[in-house]
């Protein structure tokens, strides 16, 4: 199987048995070793008592892109450090998009940048670092 048959493999076997990010109504947009786009539409649900989007609905979908990114290449990878920062505050009906970039993978760890965007302004900058376990998805 070529590398990009094994992350859309690996990635439609986690997005099968992720119910959060099922529910926050998450589409993969693109899906390659590596690299992942995902997008998703805020919810009134979603607010905060501010009647914004809650920082955490950001988060989640940057820290799902970051799970699909780096699980991409066949490795189980979880999360051992993450960041945000939010620069824009989002609305009811905006529909953002998280774009994972792997900036480094060693045997051990990889490190990503996911930008969120709204309209294709930047409203949220997140950075995730993952340990990379010895097991594999297939």
Known sequence: MDKHAVAKKVVDTMFENDYFSQWLGIERVTVEPG?????MKIRKEMLNGFTIAHGGIAYSLADSALAFASNSHGRKSVSIETSISHT??????????????????SNKVGIYY???????????LFKGTVYRTSKEWL
Do not use: P, R, W, Y
């Not at 690299?35 to 997008?39: F, G, Q």
């Not at 824009?88 to 900036?103: N, Y």
């Open 35 to 39: 690299h992942c786009v995902l997008k």
């Open 88 to 105: 824009v505050s989002l609305q009811e009906g905006d529909e953002i998009i998280a774009t994972a970039k792997e900036e480094s993978l």
């Open 114 to 124: 996911i930008t969120v965007t709204n309209d294709g302004n930047t409203v949220a």
